[in-house]
């Protein structure tokens, strides 16, 4: 029976120590998370609830920890980003309603529509479109109704793009995706070289996902000032960044302490690193490098 016991007690060990390691995978992948879901919100309609997708893209992170197996060679970020972005997919498709068959009859219409206005130098009636169709005004405004109800995407004026059309994911090509890290490289170091107190509220809200009244509290000052000072740090970093990338958006620069400051900001971006450390910031992927505690 001790025999047993101890058995037992050796598997229980291993299965805490399992899971307190997938934990930490998950706590050090947490970014990640919120970094997929800040370039899908990108694509979508500005209702989509961020809270949302974040609860989508977290539950998937604990579940690809679970279900890594690093014997296959595959790195556990890229691995978890298509779970992640699999499931903020299926978010956006549970809340976009209509079914396949209703995108495909509202495409049918819109086509229709716009054959007829083409032809008739005026927008058709319902009757005229039913006619072209083939079909009654009665399954005209049917259909016209079905999409409208589908309200996360028809409030955006993409009444007939389902899920999957609203968010694509083409491959970049080789100099698109070098382009692509050296700006993620760029805005990384222009974060790192950020004021103390501007540096704390961007990495604070943005990168940790830390409510707004948690820095205010860290920092001493009321969530009003966060906000003030995240509005300014991202003045400062829009700025900074188009004076190395895009020259022609970068904002004038004029006489005065201020503008001196801003300047030697811009300077301090420039001279933080090489392209070879900027690139370090991300993996050929494109993904962010979690950065080392």
């Known amino acids: 029976m001790s025999g047993v016991a101890e058995t037992d007690r050796r598997l229980g060990a291993r299965a805490v120590e399992t899971d307190r390691r997938r934990e930490d995978v998950v706590r050090s992948h947490m970014p990640l998370v919120g970094h997929l879901v800040r370039e899908m919100l ?3 309609p500005a ?12 539950a998937a992170l604990v579940a690809a920890a679970r279900g890594f197996d690093d014997s296959r060679g595959v790195p556990f970020a890229r691995f978890a980003a298509a779970r992640v972005r699999g499931a903020l997919l299926d978010e956006l498709r ?10 495909q009859r509202a495409r049918r219409t ?11 130098g005026r927008t058709p009636t319902i ?32 009444a007939t793009a389902g899920a999957d059309d609203m968010v694509t994911e083409p491959s970049a090509g080789p100099e698109e995706m070098l382009i ?3 700006r993620t490289g760029y805005l990384r170091h222009a974060v790192d070289v950020l004021p103390d107190r501007l540096r704390a509220v961007i990495t604070g809200y943005f990168f940790e996902e830390r409510p707004m009244a948690a820095i205010a509290a860290e920092l001493g000052v009321t969530e009003s000032r966060v906000s003030q ?8 970093l829009k700025d900074g960044l188009n004076t190395h990338l895009e020259p022609s958006l970068a904002g004038n620069s004029k006489d005065g302490c201020v503008a001196r400051r801003r ?9 933080h690193g090489t392209l070879r450390d900027r690139l370090a910031v991300t993996g050929v992927d494109g993904l962010p490098v979690p950065v080392a505690a």
């Open 94 to 103: 549970g809340l976009d309603w209509a079914s396949r068959s209703v995108r």
């Open 127 to 158: 009757a005229e479109v039913a006619e072209r169709l083939g079909c009654s005004p009665e399954d005209i405004e049917s259909a016209d109704d079905d999409v409208q109800r589908a309200v996360v995407f028809s409030l955006q004026g993409f």
């Open 263 to 271: 300047s030697a900001y811009y300077d301090q971006i420039a001279t």
């Open 42 to 44: 990108a694509r979508v």
């Open 47 to 58: 209702h989509v609830n961020r809270d949302d997708l974040l609860s989508a893209g977290y």
């Open 180 to 182: 692509r890290r050296e």
């Open 229 to 236: 000072l995240r509005a300014e740090a991202l003045s400062l």
């Open 110 to 120: 819109d086509t229709a529509r716009q054959e007829l206005t083409a032809q008739l």
